[in-house]
């Protein structure tokens, strides 16, 4: 499973990119697999203020339905419109053309509960 | 594929002719008058008869095989209860008939209402519902008014995370947040976990007993103490209804709020979009915020009752899906009270059966004994790139409709089974071969049948993925 070392990561299986105050935000490759064919993503909308640990968009597979959690508190500047008409993009390019959003970082202190690719590595 | 009967029409065809210069009293102008032919198909008897033949070979259910879909209790439906449904008696009754003409499907419904607080140990039923979703969304409402009534702001609905997504679907419509309360291992709930959750601005919790595993919530009674407590109410949800009928009643455990699935349960037939019947049961604080009208007795006449100020009004049209009313009515009165219990042991018996057989080669989550259903993780035990819904579509290549697989979500590569009260140890036998056959034969030696599957049902592997991603919409 492909877990690469410049992200940071949550239980949850998402992960995070920190660009200065922005931080780039995706599901793992590990979720992308466990949830098997993406179909349907609910984006949230830019300007959209998010809390940490609150379910900030729904994907759906050919499995199920999975929340996707906000690793991080802060607004939402950008979001990744190529993968509502190709979702498929997320098992196919998870950390690159698939991530989800860019959000506008409002608290650092919440970095030390992210996990380094080492620690998520062992939880999978 | 059968064509449709537009296809199968042709001029040629020697065909029944409907007559359409019937006389008639009434002047009908001429520029009215139809002209042309009405554009029918015209198609032969037999033709006919061999289109619907067809179509109806292509259909599965329970009349073909065996039917183990975990969580939907796909039960045998008795051809009893459809020749009374289709009596003239009843299927030319108008609901807008005077009340004094209809006095008997009044207290058909009004019956079943007693029966099913009997069943079930509430104290008054509403019949309306046209679905188990349906009751879920009325009994959230009954439960929003009631707080409103006594001047509470409760906001939440707590739903553990092994629940029925309709549970949490509902709460969001009636208008709550929902607090997902994560269950253990087996499905059950955590007294410590609860307690966590359960502020004062809590409306209530829904619960699944037995629960989606199939194991019965042992420390209910706890459960419903400490919700009490906090002035919350407790949701019970009738899925399960199946496993306990005439051996715990749900009223007495201390549910104030359920639904019964009359489809489910009470055989009346189930799936491809309903029909269904999902009446709601309350307790007598409750019966007031119950959807109008409420089916009344005074002296020997049954009278629709409207004035109910605090009723959160009308959630269906008339007085239900009468027809699944009545089918569910002919079931219990035909078993009786001896007969519903004898049907719940037999479902649990059946499942753990079915699970004894199973338990000692495949991993299961929530112990070795159940309820009327189980369910079964095959994470450790795939292999050669074959996933739980590969196994799925091998089943249909032997002629069975596949369990319930990925649900609930809490177990990694589900399969849920219920076999319901009705069938044989020999069904469950073969049923039981194959799978393990599946599993420990074909996985290793012969993994393409798997992952080709199914070839042997009329629609070979269909590409789901591309159907939920770029649909073709016709109709």
Same mark, same amino acid.
């Given at each position: 499973?492909?877990?690469?070392?410049?992200?940071?990561?949550?239980?949850?299986?998402?992960?995070?990119?920190?660009?200065?105050?922005?931080?780039?935000?995706?599901?793992?490759?590990?979720?992308?697999?466990?949830m098997t064919d993406i179909v349907h993503v609910e984006?949230?909308?830019?300007?959209?203020?998010?809390?940490?640990?609150?379910?900030?968009?729904?994907m759906e597979s050919v499995k199920s339905a999975?929340?996707?959690?906000?690793?991080?508190?802060?607004?939402?500047?950008?979001?990744?419109?190529?993968?509502?008409s190709n979702p498929e993009?997320i098992n196919?390019?998870?950390?690159?053309?698939?991530?989800?959003?860019?959000?506008?970082?409002?608290?650092?202190?919440?970095?030390?509960?992210?996990?380094?690719?080492?620690?998520?590595?062992?939880?999978? | 594929?059968?064509?449709?009967?537009?296809?199968?029409?042709?001029?040629?065809?020697?065909?029944?002719?409907?007559?359409?210069?019937?006389?008639?009293?009434?002047?009908?102008?001429?520029?009215?008058?139809?002209?042309?032919?009405?554009?029918?198909?015209?198609?032969?008897?037999?033709?006919?008869?061999?289109?619907?033949?067809?179509?109806?070979?292509?259909?599965?259910?329970?009349?073909?095989?065996?039917?183990?879909?975990?969580?939907?209790?796909?039960?045998?439906?008795?051809?009893?209860?459809?020749?009374? *449904?289709?009596?003239?008696? =009843? &299927?030319? %009754?108008?609901?807008?008939?005077?009340?004094?003409?209809?006095?008997? #499907? $009044? +207290?058909?419904?009004?019956?079943?209402?007693?029966?099913?607080?009997?069943?079930?140990?509430?104290?008054?039923?509403?019949?309306?519902?046209?679905?188990?979703?349906?009751?879920?969304?009325?009994?959230?409402?009954?439960?929003?008014?009631?707080?409103?009534?006594?001047?509470?702001?409760?906001?939440?609905?707590?739903?553990?995370?092994?629940?029925?997504?309709?549970?949490?679907?509902? *709460?969001?419509?009636?208008? =709550? &947040?929902? %607090?997902?309360?994560?269950?253990?291992?087996?499905?059950?709930?955590? #007294? $410590? +976990?609860?307690?966590?959750?359960?502020?004062?601005?809590?409306?209530?919790?829904?619960?699944?007993?037995?629960?989606?595993?199939?194991?019965?919530?042992?420390?209910?009674?706890?459960?419903?103490?400490?919700?009490?407590?906090?002035?919350?109410?407790?949701?019970?949800?009738?899925?399960?209804?199946?496993?306990?009928?005439?051996?715990?009643?749900?009223?007495?455990?201390?549910?104030?709020?359920?639904?019964?699935?009359?489809?489910?349960?009470?055989?009346?037939?189930?799936?491809?979009?309903?029909?269904?019947?999902?009446?709601?049961?309350?307790?007598?604080?409750?019966?007031?915020?119950?959807?109008?009208?409420?089916?009344?007795?005074?002296?020997?006449?049954?009278?629709?009752?409207?004035?109910?100020?605090?009723?959160?009004?009308?959630?269906?049209?008339?007085?239900?899906?009468?027809?699944?009313?009545?089918?569910?009515?002919?079931?219990?009165?035909?078993?009786?009270?001896?007969?519903?219990?004898?049907?719940?042991?037999?479902?649990?018996?059946?499942?753990?059966?079915?699970?004894?057989?199973?338990?000692?080669?495949?991993?299961?989550?929530?112990?070795?004994?159940?309820?009327?259903?189980?369910?079964?993780?095959?994470?450790?035990?795939?292999?050669?790139?074959?996933?739980?819904v590969?196994?799925?579509?091998?089943?249909?290549?032997?002629?069975?409709?596949?369990?319930?697989?990925?649900?609930?979500?809490?177990?990694?590569?589900?399969?849920?089974?219920?076999?319901?009260?009705?069938?044989?140890?020999?069904?469950?036998?073969?049923?039981?071969?194959?799978?393990?056959?599946?599993?420990?034969?074909?996985?290793?030696?012969?993994?393409?049948?798997?992952?080709?599957?199914?070839?042997?049902?009329?629609?070979?592997?269909l590409n789901e993925i591309e159907a939920a991603r770029k649909p073709v919409l016709?109709?």
């Amino acid at each position: 499973m492909n877990v690469p070392n410049n992200l940071v990561y949550t239980k949850t299986h998402e992960w995070i990119k920190i660009e200065g105050n922005n931080a780039k935000i995706g599901v793992t490759d590990f979720a992308q697999h466990e949830m098997t064919d993406i179909v349907h993503v609910e984006m949230p909308e830019i300007g959209t203020q998010i809390n940490k640990g609150q379910v900030i968009l729904t994907m759906e597979s050919v499995k199920s339905a999975f929340d996707i959690y906000a690793p991080l508190s802060g607004k939402i500047v950008e979001i990744n419109d190529y993968i509502v008409s190709n979702p498929e993009i997320i098992n196919q390019s998870p950390y690159e053309k698939g991530y989800l959003f860019i959000i506008e970082i409002s608290d650092k202190n919440e970095f030390d509960d992210l996990l380094s690719a080492k620690i998520y590595k062992s939880l999978i | 594929m059968e064509k449709l009967l537009n296809e199968l029409s042709s001029k040629c065809n020697s065909a029944y002719k409907l007559n359409c210069d019937t006389e008639t009293d009434i002047e009908i102008p001429e520029n009215l008058k139809r002209k042309s032919d009405l554009g029918l198909p015209n198609i032969s008897e037999i033709d006919l008869l061999r289109h619907f033949t067809n179509l109806s070979r292509k259909n599965y259910s329970l009349s073909t095989c065996f039917y183990p879909l975990g969580s939907c209790t796909m039960k045998h439906n008795p051809l009893i209860n459809e020749r009374i *449904a289709k009596n003239r008696a =009843f &299927n030319l %009754i108008h609901p807008y008939q005077p009340t004094e003409t209809m006095q008997g #499907i $009044l +207290k058909i419904i009004y019956n079943l209402e007693r029966d099913l607080c009997e069943i079930s140990g509430m104290n008054c039923f509403s019949l309306q519902q046209a679905a188990g979703a349906h009751g879920e969304f009325t009994g959230l409402l009954v439960i929003a008014k009631y707080f409103k009534s006594i001047g509470q702001k409760r906001i939440h609905i707590i739903v553990p995370d092994s629940a029925h997504g309709t549970n949490s679907a509902s *709460a969001v419509m009636a208008g =709550f &947040n929902v %607090i997902p309360l994560k269950s253990n291992p087996d499905g059950s709930i955590s #007294i $410590l +976990k609860l307690k966590k959750i359960l502020t004062p601005d809590v409306a209530g919790i829904m619960l699944t007993v037995p629960n989606t595993l199939g194991v019965f919530e042992k420390n209910i009674l706890e459960i419903s103490k400490i919700v009490h407590k906090n002035g919350s109410l407790l949701y019970y949800d009738g899925a399960n209804l199946n496993a306990i009928m005439g051996i715990v009643k749900p009223g007495d455990m201390g549910f104030d709020v359920m639904h019964i699935n009359l489809h489910k349960t009470f055989s009346a037939p189930h799936g491809g979009g309903g029909p269904g019947s999902g009446p709601v049961g309350v307790k007598t604080f409750l019966e007031p915020f119950l959807p109008v009208p409420r089916i009344k007795k005074k002296k020997s006449k049954f009278v629709l009752d409207y004035e109910k100020h605090n009723s959160i009004g009308r959630v269906k049209a008339f007085f239900g899906n009468f027809p699944i009313i009545l089918k569910a009515y002919v079931y219990i009165k035909s078993l009786g009270a001896k007969g519903l219990k004898n049907a719940s042991e037999q479902a649990v018996l059946n499942a753990n059966y079915m699970l004894s057989k199973f338990k000692n080669k495949i991993t299961v989550p929530a112990g070795d004994k159940c309820m009327h259903e189980f369910v079964l993780s095959l994470k450790s035990l795939l292999k050669n790139n074959i996933k739980t819904v590969d196994i799925a579509k091998r089943l249909l290549d032997y002629g069975y409709y596949s369990p319930t697989i990925y649900f609930p979500l809490i177990v990694e590569e589900a399969v849920m089974i219920e076999p319901t009260e009705t069938e044989s140890k020999k069904t469950l036998d073969l049923f039981i071969n194959i799978f393990n056959n599946i599993l420990f034969e074909e996985m290793s030696k012969k993994p393409h049948k798997i992952k080709e599957a199914p070839v042997n049902t009329p629609l070979k592997r269909l590409n789901e993925i591309e159907a939920a991603r770029k649909p073709v919409l016709k109709w």
